[in-house]
Nanobody, 126 residues
Framework: QVRLVESGGGSVQPGGSLRLSCAASGYTYSTYSMAWFLQAPGKEREGVALINIGGYTIYANSVKGRFTISKDNAKNTAYLQMNSLEPEDTAMYYC????????????????????WGQGTQVTGSS
């Protein structure tokens, strides 16, 4: 059973930055991808960014140039560096894990992921 624990959320003024972390444990897969999704109140959960074991990354158009996904294989941790935050980025952010690779141009849908973290809240406030 894969366990994902997110941290790093908070409240930030527009234009500010946050870094989210997702620590993964309990997996034995040698091939996998980790991703970040966001879910605003009353809206569907949508993909923000993905990174696979080889370092290939995928971003949603809305965050390209502002967000950067990365991972530290030694720590089994994925990160989401969020810069130039906007009020529209306010949402619960979830980490997700899939035992496969993705090479498409946009983040895959939530149904592609088997394991999820509990979420961390990001609020852009003025």
């Amino acid at each position: 059973q894969v366990r994902l624990v997110e941290s790093g959320g908070g409240s930030v003024q527009p234009g500010g930055s946050l870094r989210l972390s997702c620590a993964a444990s309990g997996y034995t897969y040698s091939t996998y991808s980790m991703a970040w999704f966001l879910q605003a109140p009353g809206k569907e959960r949508e993909g923000v960014a993905l990174i696979n074991i080889g370092g290939y990354t995928i971003y949603a158009n809305s965050v390209k140039g502002r967000f950067t996904i990365s991972k530290d294989n030694a720590k089994n941790t994925a990160y989401l560096q969020m810069n130039s935050l906007e009020p529209e980025d306010t949402a619960m952010y979830y980490c997700a894990f899939a035992p496969r690779l993705f090479f498409q141009s946009t983040p895959p849908p939530r149904e592609s992921f088997t394991y999820w973290g509990q979420g961390t809240q990001v609020t852009g406030s003025s």
